[in-house]
């Protein structure tokens, strides 16, 4: 795995995966650590992981925006936003925007479809049990 495509002009669709499934965990991560905290202080870190996802979010969107031989303006577009640079595959040859990408081997892609599955699952296992013991998610 290539860490530095991460810093490239463009960034394939599976290493896009990848870091949607780093913010994923490091979203469950931090919600573990925001229980042990009072209001203020839970609040305040999201405040600071919002920024962070919201900046690197443009960051990569632009990044694979650029794979897909698009201006980077388009990360601004509502739903277009989000549907294409998940599942549109880059031309996977050079473009204006600089070389084509790597792509992570078979094995990264299976580790990584496994590690998208299983807090997904574990999200809607938690969500139903809640609707089942009667849990109100409409109140923070």
Known sequence: MD?????????????????LIILLYGGL????????FSGDTARNIDYAWNAITF???ILFGISRMHDLDKSGWYVL?????????????????????????KELSDKHTNILKWLLIVPLVLIG????AGLALGVDFTTP
């Open 29 to 36: 991560v931090l919600g573990l650590i925001e229980l042990a």
């Open 125 to 128: 296992l938690i969500f139903f």
């Open 77 to 101: 577009i509502p739903i277009y936003n989000t549907i294409v640079p998940l599942f549109y595959k880059g031309n996977g040859i050079d473009n204006r925007f600089g070389p084509a990408p």
């Open 55 to 57: 900046a690197s979010a």
């Open 3 to 19: 860490w530095n495509a991460f810093g490239a002009q463009r960034l394939s669709r599976s290493y896009y995966w990848l870091y």
